[in-house]
């Protein structure tokens, strides 16, 4: 195989294996909610308090996975 | 189906250079005035009237302001209020550039990396240099927590330097893979449409799923647009923190 075609080969593989990563964003972010709504079942009153902390919980840990899919979209278009 | 050719930038006017360096007006530039002209419009027009109770437009923008002035002062105190006219104006850029981005057709500014590490390395810096001119060298207690037993303490000092330094890179890429990734997924989703829509009569019926899933993606879309404005504001003032008040 030459070269080049085992360098693109190489890169797909790469690409996939990356996106396994967003397998634990996966469980964080559902890790966030769970907690949420454990807590504003045992205590409605005080989840509309959270509501932020929620939102900003969620968007810190997605943005997690978002990097490991952007290692896959950097090995799909960026290396040659 | 190519779902990368939508962040590619065009010249729009080839014609002007500066020396060596292109520094013609490009899709990506003319978007970014747009912004501008756009949040003027909104705030010029909405404040104009000063009533003292407010008409529509004003509450808007009275809200808008209450919001970044909550966020500024719960994260940053009292003192932090006097970079508000820096997020207020990093807030309005970043919601408007995202959602003018979800405009069919349109073009995404912060899905560009150069963009958001631009907004990124400016806040690093303004925290570094506000930082060091404001306290000396006692900003650098920012990297000795208290309460630290002195065994470990070169090892956590490291380790607090290693990840400060890492946060414009955190900071931009975050906004900047939320934006790219949405919409690469919708520009994929898209191809699937044309491509079932294309088999014929049977394709038109199949081709309602896709579609669906691109108008659900473009409500998520539109939250993580405001969501990842709100969020790069709220670690802006967290930095912010870190200038005025150093010191754990």
Known sequence: MDAI???????????????????????????????????????????????LNLMVGFAIVEALGIFSFVVALLLLFYFK | MDPIHQFEIKNMLPMMSMGRHDISLTNSALYMFVIVVLVSALFIGATSRRAVIPGRLQSVAEMVYEFVAYTVKSSAGNEGMKFFPFVFTLFM??????????????????????????????????VVIYGLWTHGLHFLG???????????????????????LTRPVSHSIRLFANMLAGHIALQIF?????????????????????????VALFALELLVAVLQ???????????????IHPGH
């Open chain 1, 5 to 51: 075609a085992l360098t693109t080969a190489a890169k797909y593989i790469g690409a996939g294996i990356a996106c396994i990563g967003m397998g634990g964003a996966g469980i964080g972010v559902g890790l966030i909610f769970a907690n949420y709504i454990a807590g504003s079942l045992r205590n409605p009153s005080a989840a509309q308090g959270q509501y």
């Open chain 2, 93 to 126: 850029f970043v919601l408007f550039a995202n959602l003018i981005g979800l405009i069919p057709y349109s073009f995404t500014v912060t899905s560009q990396v150069i963009v958001t590490a631009t907004l990124a390395v400016t806040v690093f810096l303004i």
């Open chain 2, 142 to 164: 920012l990297f000795v927590p208290k309460g630290v037993p002195k065994l470990i303490l070169p090892l956590v000092t490291v380790i607090e330097v290693l990840s400060f």
């Open chain 2, 190 to 214: 898209a191809g699937f449409v044309i491509m079932l829509a294309g088999l014929g009569a049977v394709g038109w019926f199949a081709a309602v799923l896709p579609f669906a899933m691109i």
């Open chain 2, 229 to 243: 404005a709100f969020i790069f504001t709220l670690l802006t003032c967290i930095y912010l923190n870190d200038a």
